[in-house]
């Protein structure tokens, strides 16, 4: 069973604080990694992904890969209280009838004025 | 462009009843994936389809099935409802090639 762990938190930071979420797979193989927002009551939305070790950064947005680790995170600098939302780590993964995204169950983050 | 279009927003059924879900995707999206949400199990993986084709199949009971048309557009239909079927049913949709998923406002089950 291909899994994706995640701290549920809620993470609280304070507004302009860097926010960091991190995220562990059970795939070796896997080559696709993404994070998704989701706000309260909203459906969930790409904002970033990465396929190679290492950093990738969107604006505020850095994504970190470690594949020996089987890692992933998300930093978010200069947090701002609309950044406040369910942050979802997923993979692509296989299973025995292809490949699917897998997402983990989420980390809520607060962030406070 | 549209978004995706998921309807109906909202349903209430009875333990024992079927129901069908219907997702409409981004005009020129011919992928279609389905994934059930709730509080305790996140988004999980129900059902891939692309031309038609259901190219993926998560880990759900046989009363979990759909399909896709040659408009693209997909249904899901759960038969013999259970309370646990209760959750917020996505649709997502994504171009071919693509790994970008764009989800729909999705669909809240409640079984009582």
């Known amino acids: 069973q291909k899994e994706v762990e995640q701290n549920s938190g809620p993470l609280s930071v304070p507004e302009g604080a860097i926010a960091s979420l991190n995220c562990t797979y059970s795939d070796r193989v896997s080559q696709s990694f993404f994070w998704y927002r989701q706000y309260s009551g909203k459906s969930p939305e790409l904002i970033m992904s990465i396929y190679s070790n290492g950093d990738k950064e969107d604006g505020r947005f850095t994504a970190q890969l470690n594949k020996a680790s089987q890692y992933v995170s998300l930093l978010i600098r200069d947090s701002q209280p609309s950044d406040s939302a369910t942050y979802l780590c997923a993979f692509r993964g296989v299973n025995q009838a292809g490949t699917a995204l897998i997402f983990g169950k989420g980390t809520t983050l607060s962030v406070s004025s | 462009k549209a978004g995706v279009t998921q309807t109906p927003r909202y349903l209430i059924k009875t333990r024992g009843q079927q129901v069908t879900l219907s997702c409409s995707p981004i005009s020129g999206h011919r992928s279609v994936s389905w994934y059930q949400q709730t509080p305790g199990q996140g988004l999980q993986f129900l059902f891939e389809y692309f031309s038609e084709t259901q190219r993926n199949k998560g880990n759900f009971p046989g009363r979990f099935s759909g399909r896709q048309f040659s408009n693209s557009r997909s249904e899901m239909n759960v038969s013999t409802l259970e309370l646990g079927d209760s959750a917020l049913y996505l649709c997502?949709?994504?171009?071919?090639?693509?790994?970008?998923?764009?989800f729909g406002s999705g669909t809240q089950l409640s079984v009582l």
């Open positions: 997502a949709s994504s171009l071919t090639g693509q790994e970008k998923l764009f």
